[in-house]
């Protein structure tokens, strides 16, 4: 199996009803059906998802992300081959950047207090995510 990994950001679609619990759900159970893990960040504004598995497992579930309604302005990008996981122990782990402790590590990364996925490198957006997925 080709383990790959995908990184890509997008905006909230403000008009779609949105229950995060339900959605997380939805992942974990088709996720963990194909040995995909990740990690989801959202802001309010933005999602940053990251998907780790094989390449089809990977491609298939990004396509249907791709068609979601709840969100809109998808923006791919990384997909690549990967030696291991970075994130092998979340079926879809859930990060909403709102607490203290999250304002703090991404102050330690950037100027602000949120993620801005326009401005920021993959690789800086990979390593400022293994942090806060250390605080789930
Ligand atoms: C930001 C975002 C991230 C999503 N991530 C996943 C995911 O990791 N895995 C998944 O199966 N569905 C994910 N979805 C949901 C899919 O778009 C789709 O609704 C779901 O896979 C349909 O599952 P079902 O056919 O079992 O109802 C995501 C949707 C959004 C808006």
């Known amino acids: 199996m080709n383990l790959?990994?995908?990184?890509?950001?997008?905006e909230?679609?403000?008009?779609?009803?949105?229950?995060?619990?339900?959605?997380?759900?939805?992942?974990h159970k088709n996720n963990t059906a194909r040995s995909v893990t990740g990690l989801l960040h959202h802001?309010?504004?933005?999602?940053i998802q990251v998907l780790e598995g094989s390449r089809a497992d990977v491609s298939s579930i990004y396509h249907r992300i791709a068609t979601d309604p709840r969100h809109i302005n998808?923006?791919?990008?990384?997909?690549?081959d990967v030696r291991e996981r970075l994130f092998p122990t979340?079926?879809?782990?859930?990060?909403?950047?709102?607490?203290?402790?999250t304002r703090e590590i991404?102050?330690?990364?950037?100027?602000?207090?949120?993620?801005?996925?326009?401005?920021?490198?993959?690789?800086?957006?990979?390593?400022?995510?293994?942090d806060?997925?250390?605080?789930?």
Request: overall charge negative; charged content about 20%.
């Open 132 to 136: 806060v997925a250390a605080e789930l």
């Open 90 to 101: 979340w079926s879809m782990g859930l990060h909403e950047g709102t607490s203290p402790r």
């Open 74 to 80: 998808l923006i791919l990008l990384s997909c690549s």
């Open 12 to 27: 909230r679609d403000a008009d779609q009803h949105l229950d995060l619990r339900t959605l997380i759900a939805q992942c």
């Open 4 to 10: 790959c990994r995908l990184v890509y950001y997008s």
């Open 43 to 47: 802001n309010g504004t933005y999602f």
């Open 106 to 130: 991404f102050l330690r990364y950037f100027s602000k207090d949120r993620i801005d996925p326009e401005t920021i490198s993959v690789d800086s957006l990979l390593d400022v995510l293994q």
